[in-house]
Nanobody, 118 residues
Framework: QVHLVESGGGLVQPGGSLSLSCVAS????????MYWYRQAPGKERELVAS???????DYADSLRARFTASRDNRKNTLYLQMNNLRPENTAVYYC????????????WGQGTQVTVSA
């Protein structure tokens, strides 16, 4: 089992920044990919960014200019730096970890709320 805890969400004004963290604990797979997803009210959950254990990072095209994901394997922590936030970035942001090889163990955090509003 892997337990994921997100933190860093909150209320921010348009144009502001937030930094999210996701700490993993438990039986963390050595070869794994960690992800940030988000789900806005009334919308489906969507991928924000992914970071492999080897450090390869990928983003949703619409976010790569303002969002930066990173990962510290020693601390078992995933980060998301979000800059120039817009109201449409309001969502619950979720962390996910999935083992890269079978069995494809897959775990999600409970999410952290990000609200962008004046």
């Amino acid at each position: 089992q892997v337990h994921l805890v997100e933190s860093g969400g909150g209320l921010v004004q348009p144009g502001g920044s937030l930094s999210l963290s996701c700490v993993a604990s438990g039986n963390i797979p050595g070869a794994s990919t960690m992800y940030w997803y988000r789900q806005a009210p009334g919308k489906e959950r969507e991928l924000v960014a992914s970071v492999t254990s080897g450090g390869t990072i990928d983003y949703a095209d619409s976010l790569r200019a303002r969002f930066t994901a990173s990962r510290d394997n020693r601390k078992n922590t995933l980060y998301l730096q979000m800059n120039n936030l817009r109201p449409e970035n309001t969502a619950v942001y979720y962390c996910r970890i999935r083992r890269d090889v079978t069995p494809r163990d897959d775990y999600w955090g409970q999410g952290t709320q990000v609200t962008v509003s004046a």
